[in-house]
């Protein structure tokens, strides 16, 4: 009897077990700061959310801090004695979300994960700010620039693969001369992704600056990145490497040749509430044969995220070239307000 008893017992506990397991729900969850989590729904109510994300482990943050969320009802995968998800009997590994940083240059796309390589994540967001810069020719009568920005981001994420394209216009005018003028930038960088902190980075990049008399200027950097901090909260990722330049100003007799050298590139998001974010991003580029062939740029903005798809911008940033055209100001910074649209 006891037996028999001990039998049904044991034989319910194996019905209810099966019975978690099917109902356990695999999620990808994206958070207003960017990052994306993939995992398993631990428990939710309407002040928290517990999540038990498949590379940073359990999680617990606000509902209102969910962008977006997708799953399906799937058994729960196996887990080891630490309650880890343990590898398949083939073998392979369980799914993860591997840490991704998105561009260096405006507009940040915070997109810090992406799930699986049969679901890409895409972010796309348009920027439109108002900026001010620094006088960048004095001496040839050019004061402060005042400026309209228009900044469009694309981009797409697996686990080992993140492309990104931003495309930016201005259209900018000088006190005190009342003349307009274009600015175009264009952005491609690729991320191979190697493990949750290491990357091969390439970065291609397009400029058309009148106002700083650059007639155009190409540049390629190559890098191998490292993730120092991944955190929901925080990502800060560096990336030293080579770089390879060549360009037009309007110099007098004189071209801006190409130039083949070193550089590097170091970004850092941060989230410091579920609606407020800060980015960080410094990049430099130095010439091998010519030790005035020195690039830099760098900028600091906080977006505050009004609506899931409207945000507020502000940034400032700062651009230094070691070998500028004749008049041209070697360092110049500038502001910019706007608002950022998520579609």
């Keep these: 009897m006891n037996r028999l008893l001990v039998t049904l017992l044991s034989f319910s506990f194996a019905l209810a077990g099966a019975s978690h397991a099917q109902t356990t729900e695999k999620q990808t969850i994206v958070l207003t700061n960017g990052t994306t989590l993939v995992g398993e729904l631990v428990a939710e109510s309407a002040t928290e959310v517990t999540f038990r994300d498949s590379l940073l482990g359990t999680l617990k943050f606000?509902?209102?801090?969910?962008?977006?969320?997708?799953g399906v009802a799937a058994t729960a995968a196996p887990r080891n004695s630490a309650g880890n998800p343990a590898a398949s009997s083939a073998g392979s590994p369980p799914p993860s979300s591997l840490p991704t940083v998105?561009?260096?240059?405006?507009?940040?796309?915070?997109?810090?994960?992406?799930?699986?390589?049969?679901?890409?994540?895409?972010?796309?967001?348009?920027?439109?700010?108002?900026?001010?810069?620094?006088?960048?020719?004095?001496?040839l009568g050019q004061g402060s620039v005042r400026s309209l920005n228009v900044n469009l981001g694309i981009e797409r994420a697996t686990a080992r693969h993140i492309n990104s394209l931003i495309a930016s216009y201005s259209l900018a005018r000088a006190k005190p001369a009342p003349a307009y003028s274009d600015t175009f930038l264009a952005t491609f960088q690729h991320d191979y992704i190697l493990s949750p902190k290491y990357r091969i980075v390439s970065q291609t990049s397009f400029l058309r600056d009148p106002p700083k008399t650059i007639t155009h200027h190409t540049e390629q950097l190559i890098g191998f990145a490292r993730t120092l901090v991944q955190t929901p909260s925080t990502t800060f990722m560096v990336a030293p490497g080579l770089a390879y330049s060549f360009g037009e100003k309007e110099y007098v007799g004189d071209v801006d040749d190409q130039h083949f050298g070193y550089g590097f590139y170091q970004i850092l998001n941060h989230s410091l509430s579920p609606t407020i974010s800060l980015q960080q991003k410094l990049k430099a580029v130095r010439s091998f044969s010519d030790p005035q062939y020195i690039?830099?740029?760098?900028?600091?903005?906080?977006?505050?995220?009004?609506?899931?798809?409207?945000?507020?911008?502000?940034?400032?940033?700062?651009?230094?070239?070691?070998?500028?055209?004749?008049?041209?100001?070697?360092?110049?910074?500038?502001?910019?307000?706007?608002?950022?649209?998520k579609f």
């Design 62 to 70: 606000s509902p209102a801090a969910i962008t977006s969320r997708a």
């Design 102 to 139: 998105g561009p260096v240059l405006q507009p940040a796309i915070a997109n810090p994960a992406a799930p699986t390589p049969q679901a890409p994540v895409w972010t796309r967001n348009l920027l439109v700010t108002f900026g001010h810069m620094s006088a960048p020719a004095p001496t």
């Design 295 to 341: 690039r830099a740029s760098a900028s600091v903005s906080l977006t505050v995220q009004l609506t899931k798809t409207i945000g507020l911008q502000t940034s400032l940033e700062s651009t230094y070239d070691g070998r500028p055209a004749q008049g041209i100001e070697e360092l110049q910074y500038q502001t910019n307000t706007g608002l950022q649209f």
